[in-house]
């Protein structure tokens, strides 16, 4: 090889190099999962606010909450330093705090990122006895009903609380749907748990106990959930499709001519408005539209709505963790969660801010909300989250399977066996 070539390459590189913009000290990447662009304009705002400060850049992640996690999880067990802040589904927070991933906040931080935050995402982003992720986004389900239904079938939702077997009660009589989500995917699982705290158990007795937590599906509680199920999945109220239902096929069944009932969280309420608007929904369907408390599966115990939202993780690898610290007290002010509320209408954590007039207006169930949330039942707490949603779905799908008798009993050894390695998802 001629050395003067390997020379002339040599200098290249080193041109090339001197010549490519240094990283700018003052950028912050905030991962995030995929919204209206909300998110975006929120990390404008606070970058204007910190006059110079930072500058955050946003980057989404992919739109399911397993594959946002695949995602940040391969990059932080890499210890990838160009993750500064991160979106967190609160289910996966225990995972990533105990294996380092998330930077902790000090107790004087804790105390100005949480005040006045709703209790059950307040539960959900700690861990150890430390705030690991600030509560941002919290969100939960309601029951949405069509007011003309619910007349016909005799049901007054305003003044009492109903349960799920009376639910598909009025349906049948009223030849319309209830609609769940009960695909085999995260939200079959969201269901299932709110099924089980709502009769009084959890899916987990322990789960700080970690591989060795004991599964309380094997209970009175966990049979009453498998029964809830069956008897919608074996009655004339089940969508046909009801085993592979999501939030948007629900949503649109539940809009369309035999829409009874649902449960699904509050942005459909936005998306209907906006459907209107677009000329894309009749607006007697949207002026039909009525909402009430989760349904009760004991009508003699409130209901416990499922909690949903998002936290905002400090990522343990950042080489500007104070900025990212300085960024999520703004990101998660009162105001930048009203702000948000009003943009992306989807709920957010800090109590105060449901009594906005704005957020008012576009959430007319804005006290319902938030007391759903405040009251809000989490998903199973523990570093092996993944594993015994999968145990768990995988052993009640698909719905019209499921038997109280036998179905609690088998997801529980599942669990345990999946917990200890003797049996592979």
Known sequence: MDPSRSLGRAALVVLLVACRPAPDPRALTWYVNVDNGGQERLAARCSAASGGRYRIQVIELPRDATSQREQLVRRLAARDASIDLMNLDPPFVPELATA????????????????????????????????????????????????????????????????????????????????????????????????????????LEDPEAGKDARPGLDSPAGREAAAAIRRLATSRAANPALST??????????????GGFMVNWPYVYGAAQEAVARGALDRAVLDDIGWARYPRVDPRR??????????????????????????????????????YMVDAKIPVSRGAAYDDPQVRRIFPMADLIRDAIDDAASRARTPYYVDVSTATVRTFHPPAAVDPARTPAEAARLIVEVLHDRVLL
């Open 100 to 203: 380092g991933f998330l930077r902790p906040f000090t107790e004087g931080e804790a105390r100005e990122l949480t005040a006045g935050v709703l209790k059950a995402p307040l539960e959900a982003a700690i861990w150890g006895g430390r705030l690991v992720a600030v509560p941002l986004w919290a969100n939960t389900q309601l029951l949405w009903y069509r007011r003309s239904v619910a007349r016909r079938a005799g049901l007054d939702l305003e003044a009492r609380p109903v349960t799920w077997a009376q639910l598909v009660d009025a349906a049948e009589r009223t030849g319309t749907t209830v609609e769940v989500q009960a695909n085999r995917y995260e939200g079959y699982m969201v269901w299932i748990t709110a099924l089980v705290a709502s009769a009084g158990g959890s899916v």
């Open 245 to 258: 239902a999501d939030e948007e096929s629900a949503r649109a069944a539940f809009q369309g001519a035999r």
């Open 302 to 339: 409130r209901s416990r709505p499922p909690l949903g939202g998002i936290a905002l993780g400090v990522s343990a690898f950042s080489r500007r963790a104070a900025l990212a610290v300085e960024a999520a007290r703004c990101l998660s002010s009162l105001e930048s969660q009203i702000a």
